[in-house]
């Protein structure tokens, strides 16, 4: 079983930049295909980027050009670099494996607010 734990959130204003890290452990790090996920209140979990263990990466079109992924995993560790944020970036961020999810984290806070 792969434990997940996420950090780096924060409260920003728009126009702001966070980094997000995810470490995962209890597997074989390199060999796993990693996202970053978020949930808005009120709002079902979404997939906003991944990662595949070779480095190829996809997003979703509302975080294109501003958020990027990449992974180092010599650390088991995967990033999210946000950049240019809105207000509706604002939600609980999580990582795990893609495209089959194991345990989640807990999550780490972004809220985009002046």
């Known amino acids: 079983q792969v434990q997940i734990e996420e950090s780096g959130g924060d409260l920003v204003q728009p126009g702001g930049s966070l980094r997000l890290s995810c470490v995962a452990s209890g597997g074989v790090f390199d060999r796993y295909n990693m996202g970053w996920f978020r949930q808005a209140p009120g709002k079902e979990r979404e997939l906003v980027t991944s990662?595949?263990?070779?480095?190829?990466?996809i997003y979703a079109d509302s975080v294109k050009g501003r958020f990027t992924i990449s992974r180092d995993n010599a650390k088991n560790t995967v990033y999210l670099e946000m950049n240019n944020l809105k207000p509706e970036d604002t939600a609980l961020y999580f990582c795990?494996?893609?495209?089959?999810?194991?345990?989640w984290g807990r999550g780490t806070q972004v809220t985009v607010s002046s």
């Open positions: 795990n494996l893609v495209p089959r999810p194991q345990g």
């Open positions: 990662i595949t263990m070779r480095g190829v990466t």
